[in-house]
């Protein structure tokens, strides 16, 4: 299963946590920053890790952004995981 591990962070946490997961699921999974994304980036992609901080009670602007901008069904067929860390 082909998976990406996408994150923001502010202080380098969420990224350790994401190359960690990256880590355990072997050589099928890519780590990225959504600061580096294209949403091309998803075409053959079954997993989807997203990872963030949590900023106000909500994911960073970025994240937030990223998580908005999909149309209706365009995840159909993927697995997704949402990782918000405080």
């Known amino acids: ?40 980036q998803l075409n053959g992609i079954d997993f989807l890790i ?4 949590i900023i106000g009670w909500k994911p960073t602007e970025k994240m937030q ?3 908005n901008g999909f149309k209706v069904g365009e995840l159909n067929g993927k697995k997704l995981l949402l990782l918000i860390r405080g």
């Open 1 to 40: 299963m082909k998976t990406l591990v996408l994150f923001d962070s502010n202080l380098g946490n969420t990224k350790k946590i994401a190359e960690t997961i990256a880590g355990e699921l072997g050589n099928s999974a890519e780590v990225k920053s959504i600061a580096d994304f294209d949403k091309q």
């Open 65 to 67: 952004g990223f998580l």
């Open 50 to 53: 997203v990872g963030s901080p």
